[in-house]
């Protein structure tokens, strides 16, 4: 082991905790779990790099215009079942958020004139889909309603630690079918049940699609448990913007943080897990300055914490084995744009996907992904105007190794690029243009501390849906992981789901 551990480790009696949990980063999965900690009575700090909380949930402001960093199709509002966790974890420190409702989720623009909308009442989306591919009708059906037994069996039951004993065995004798519904999901993918019922091959395609505009891989590879979350909860709970936009989540359990007695600080990078004995027992900021406490949560990637805030040496070996089997998926090109409001006409939705051709569904700037959260929110832009933000998969490695003048012509060409694609669906964008600004995975990097910029792991091979995950607690004493990295995956209200399960398994190592 280096020296520097040994350092780290220093056995000085200043170094008693002084708080129960320390939580790294802001991010939706490390502030779920710091106000469910917090809630229970536990004496949390959450130390932030960036100014704001929220991490890819985040905002900013420019001319008028507030910007959602990442995240805009929220799910996990909805006010019935347990499934509705951002709802849950709000109401769990005493703070709430309006909401508002998007009669649809996606308006997808598809090769061959596949034009549909997936609407929130479940029998218009089928109707919809079943008019385009009438021969598949039962099949459809089959599909769909199958994911609602998924779907389900999560609604029935509390979310909580998949890795705490007494709650699994009092989950399954409350909800005995439900849980074995589960533990036969578990290990399936989306593709091989549509395969089970749909021969068509664009349909396959479309479901692939479905898969893919969330997972960010085709059907084959994305768990059924989380394709049955998604493709049933659009219709139960609903897809619901917060009002203030997507920053005002993070913004609210921060003020529910704080009320319940936890402290956050920003400007906090934190660079290095401190640990004694091989125990995670602290962290030092960029700044030398060190905190310690009872437990340690990553809210970083599993990357950035196993590669970058730990010695390469402590890399466990569940650790190497979990990174032969996932991959970091790319990050994205990020067009944040201010348009006039009369370049849109009435009836137009607020998610939007375009792609021209199937074969580059996966590929480099391939799929296109709209968001206008203006139309649900108008307070979000200046009078008379909307906000456009269109993002498209893209990999670090296209940016990297530019002098500054190219990096700045190759963003200025990707955008053109993006904008005349985008013509297709908004004919007059480029005329309508009122303010424009372009992310590119070294930005996502830059202010989001992802490894690539990184939107997250996805299976490098086909896997046996999502037992792979891990869950929170990690081979290092002390330490646990929480976020997209963790099960069940990206998404809010998926690492809103993680965050209550390591507040849930923190709560029962302290004894709270
Ligand atoms: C373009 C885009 C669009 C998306 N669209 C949607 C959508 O429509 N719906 C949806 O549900 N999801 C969407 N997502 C995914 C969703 O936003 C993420 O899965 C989720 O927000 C990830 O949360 P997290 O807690 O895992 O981590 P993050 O959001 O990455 O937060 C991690 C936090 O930790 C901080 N941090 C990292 N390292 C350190 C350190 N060393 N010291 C201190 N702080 C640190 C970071 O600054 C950050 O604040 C989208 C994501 C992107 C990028």
Redesign the pocket.
């Known amino acids: 082991m280096r020296g520097t551990l040994t350092a780290i480790a220093s056995k000085n009696k200043t170094n008693s905790p002084n708080y129960d949990v320390i939580v790294?980063?802001?991010?939706?999965?490390?502030l779920v779990t710091a106000t469910q900690l917090a809630a229970k009575g536990a004496k949390v700090l959450v130390?932030?790099?960036?100014l704001i909380?929220?991490?890819?949930?985040?905002y900013f402001e420019r001319e008028g215009y507030r910007f959602d960093v990442?995240?805009?199709?929220?799910?996990g509002f909805g006010t019935q079942g347990t499934t509705n966790l951002l709802t849950r974890a709000l109401e769990a420190v005493n703070v709430s958020l309006e909401t508002i409702p998007d009669p649809v989720q996606i308006h997808y623009h598809l090769p061959q004139g596949l034009d549909l909308k997936v609407h929130r009442d479940y029998e218009k989306f089928l109707e919809e889909l079943i008019a385009k591919f009438p021969q598949e009708k039962a099949g459809i059906r089959r599909f769909y309603d199958e994911c609602w037994q998924v779907f389900n069996c999560l609604n029935a039951m509390e979310l909580l630690s998949l890795e705490e004993p007494r709650y699994l065995m009092r989950v399954f004798f409350q909800h005995p079918f439900a849980c074995l519904g589960l533990v036969k999901y578990l290990p399936q993918n989306a593709g091989d049940i549509a395969r089970r019922y749909i021969r068509d091959p664009e349909l396959l395609k479309f479901i692939d699609m479905e898969c893919y505009c969330?997972s960010v891989v085709p059907a084959d590879r994305t768990p059924m448990i989380n394709a049955g979350m998604v493709f049933s909860d659009r219709h139960y709970g609903g897809i619901n913007y917060p009002k203030g936009g997507v920053g005002q989540i993070p913004q609210k359990l921060v003020e529910g943080l704080e009320k319940a007695g936890g402290e956050i600080h920003y400007k906090?990078?934190?660079?290095k897990i401190l640990l004694e004995k091989g125990k995670a027992v602290g962290v030092q900021l960029a700044n030398g300055q060190q905190f310690y406490a009872k437990r340690i949560v990553s809210?970083?990637t599993r990357w950035?914490t196993f590669e970058k805030?730990l010695p390469p040496e402590m890399m466990p070996k569940s650790e190497q084995k979990w990174q032969q089997r996932y991959q970091k998926s790319p990050s994205?090109l990020?067009l944040h744009l201010g348009v006039k409001a009369d370049l849109l006409p009435p009836g137009t939705e607020c998610h939007h996907i375009l792609l021209e051709d199937w074969d580059n569904m996966e590929a480099e700037q391939g799929t296109i992904f709209v968001s206008i959260p203006t139309l649900l929110d108008p307070s979000l832009a200046p009078p008379d105007h909307h906000i456009i933000h269109t993002?498209t998969p893209s990999w670090i490695e296209q940016w990297q190794g530019l002098s500054p003048q190219n990096y700045q012509k190759q963003k200025d060409e990707a955008a053109s690029r993006l904008i005349e694609r985008l013509e297709r669906i908004f004919p007059g964008l480029n005329q309508a243009l009122d303010y424009e600004e372009v992310g590119t995975p070294r930005t996502?990097r830059r202010f989001?501390?992802?490894d690539g910029g990184t939107?997250?792991p996805i299976p490098g091979r086909k896997l046996a849906g999502l037992l792979g995950m891990p869950f929170n607690r990690t081979a290092i004493a002390g330490l646990y992981c929480v976020?997209?990295s963790t099960f069940p995956g990206?998404?809010?209200?998926?690492?809103a789901f993680s965050g209550f399960a390591c507040g849930h398994r923190i709560a029962v190592d302290l004894g709270l």
């Open positions: 790294i980063g802001s991010g939706m999965g490390g130390l932030e790099k960036y909380p929220g991490g890819s949930a985040g990442g995240a805009s199709m929220i799910f969330w906090a990078r934190v660079t809210n970083a950035d805030l994205f990020s993002f996502h989001l501390g992802r939107y997250g976020g997209d990206q998404g809010l209200n998926a690492v």
